[in-house]
């Protein structure tokens, strides 16, 4: 994506999904125009579609963006030099706080994914089975090696995390009680207690 920027310095495509991602959030997907996009952003509507075909790319946009660096985030932990519980557990807690750090993008695409396009809608899924399957692969390294129970299949206690994760939009709020490091702490020590044989 060339990087084209305004008077601020802030590139064209992230003035773009800053605004969308706002707007979006407060007033639902499909009551947002292309028009409010743009001028939230600055831009012309030549500018979004220079970036983004449409405003389906954009709302695919939002998601991707976290679930990226959450799998490259997933995938350290995974390949770091540690025993099985540290690296699951600093997964496990690693996924929540991005969660919680981009609750927007989570609440957007929990509430639109159905107004993706057919094509977008099925690469969104497998971009996150790709993840859950990585953080699988998890649970199932340490239940071979004797670590975890084998009680609860590897695949109910991925449900069971991420039904979580996927919750956190509904209920999490930044002036509440808990950071968001220690609802981390919490929901990552609840899974690892799951796990004990």
Do not use: C
Not at 60 to 83: G, I, K, S, T
Not at 91 to 117: G, K, Q, Y
Not at 137 to 163: C, K, M, N, R, W
Request: glycine share 6%; proline share 5%; net charge negative.
């Amino acid at each position: 994506m060339p990087r084209t920027t305004d008077g601020d310095g802030t590139p064209v495509p992230q003035r773009l999904l800053a605004a969308a991602t706002r707007l979006f959030a407060e007033q639902g997907y499909d009551r947002t125009s292309v028009q409010e996009i743009v001028e939230a952003a600055g831009v012309t509507k030549g500018a979004l579609y220079h970036y983004f075909g449409s405003k389906d790319d954009l709302l695919h946009e939002v998601y991707a963006r976290v679930l990226r660096v959450q799998q490259e985030r997933l995938d350290a932990f995974a390949n770091a030099d540690e025993p099985i519980e540290k690296r699951l557990r600093g997964a496990a807690a690693d996924v929540v706080v991005t969660t919680i750090e981009n609750l927007d993008d989570a609440m957007i695409f929990f509430r639109s994914m159905h107004h993706l396009s057919p094509e977008k809608n099925k690469q969104v899924r497998a971009e996150r089975r790709r993840y859950h399957e990585r953080f699988r692969a998890l649970i199932e390294e340490g239940q071979q090696a004797g670590v975890f129970s084998t009680a609860t299949p590897a695949d109910l206690v991925v449900d069971y995390h991420f039904g979580s994760v996927h919750h956190l939009s509904t209920w999490y709020r930044p002036e509440g009680p808990l950071t968001p490091q220690e609802v981390a702490d919490q929901l990552a020590d609840l899974l690892l207690r799951a796990l004990r044989p």
